[in-house]
């Protein structure tokens, strides 16, 4: 018989209006614009990490289209044509995630300050998770860490100079886990952050991780006082990660290395390269303002605030793979 009820109770999406009631009158109270953007596109991210939803083909183009990620790219367009600061709620979408914690449609809250720098939009990434979810629901402040001494507490490694060897040993790597993960380092690097490292989080309060590999940078800037690490930091709440955040590259030469960079990864890894952002490098040259950003998934935190492990619980229709 075909299931049709939802996934989820009224109590749920009464719970949601209250975290997205309290949400924009935190912006609107900081007099940050909310905005919107569109979900389809002739462009996809470069991300290896992140794998578009496709359209092959339809009768309003030839060419395959793409479902939106993020909203990043147009909200950093909006930012160089001369926007203020602003927030965005909108629907994303990504290939090849299921489980307990990812859905391939999701609802993403993202948003930019101009000006910032790391230390000061880290505050607000934390500010706008304790007004969503209320203070008293915190036992304790927020623990900020960078992420290289996370490692070594954890597994006392260093990742910005482990091999993979030491990382596999970590996680008691068999062939079969060395043979999927091979030589890519930042996969290793992940999960050994994902198994060992934020497990030890304190499960009690927030716990922000800073400072990245340049190799995980994505499309923050790298450190002024430190190449090797990124202005890029990561909010988690127990071993849960709730937002990605960093200072914003501003460099169009940068970032279309970069792109081609993932281009040459995803061709070792087997995967489709995808057509550049045309439109967000010549944004770039245009001059896009030094701001900072953080995107969020709000069924993450839906989660958090209902004290549950299964994205489903605070889904109204889950997405369900054929059987």
């Not at 924009?24 to 909310?34: D, G, I, K, P, Y």
């Not at 569109?38 to 339809?58: G, K, M, Y």
């Not at 701001?291 to 709000?298: D, F, K």
Request: charged share 25%; net charge negative; glycine share 4%.
């Amino acid at each position: 018989m075909t299931r049709w009820q939802p996934t989820s109770g009224a109590s749920a999406a009464r719970t949601r209006s209250v975290l997205l009631r309290r949400i924009r009158r935190f912006f609107e109270t900081a007099n940050v614009l909310e905005v919107d953007t569109p979900a389809l596109s002739r462009h996809a991210v470069s991300d290896t990490q992140i794998e578009s939803l496709e359209i092959p083909q339809s009768q309003v183009s030839a060419e395959a289209l793409f479902l939106s990620t993020s909203p990043e790219f147009c909200m950093k367009r909006l930012l160089a044509a001369g926007y203020p600061d602003i927030y965005s709620i909108c629907r994303v979408f990504r290939d090849g995630e299921s489980g307990l914690r990812h859905q391939p449609e999701f609802t993403m809250l993202e948003w930019y300050r101009l000006g910032f720098g790391l230390r000061e939009i880290i505050a607000d990434a934390i500010a706008v998770i304790q007004t969503a979810l209320g203070k008293d629901f915190f036992d304790a402040d927020a623990v900020q860490t960078d992420y290289r001494d996370s490692f070594l507490r954890a597994v006392d490694i260093d990742p910005l100079t482990a091999s993979i060897d030491e990382l596999a040993a970590v996680v008691d790597a068999d062939t079969s886990l060395r043979a999927s993960l091979g030589e890519y380092r930042d996969d290793w690097l992940d999960l050994v952050l994902a198994t060992h490292v934020a497990p030890t989080f304190a499960q009690d309060r927030l716990t922000v991780l800073q400072h990245y590999p340049a190799s995980q940078a994505a499309l923050a800037r790298l450190c002024p006082d430190d190449p090797r690490v990124a202005d890029r930091f990561e909010v988690f709440f127990g071993a849960i990660e709730l937002a990605n955040g960093y200072v914003e590259l501003t460099d169009a030469t940068e970032q279309a290395t970069r792109m081609q960079s993932d281009d040459a990864e995803r061709l070792t890894r087997g995967r489709k390269r995808r057509p550049h952002d045309t439109a967000l490098l010549a944004a770039l040259e245009s001059g896009l303002p030094a701001s900072a950003g953080v995107a969020m998934g709000l069924e993450r935190l839906h989660m958090v605030c209902a004290g549950s492990d299964d994205i489903r619980d605070v889904i109204t229709f889950a997405f369900e793979a054929p059987e």
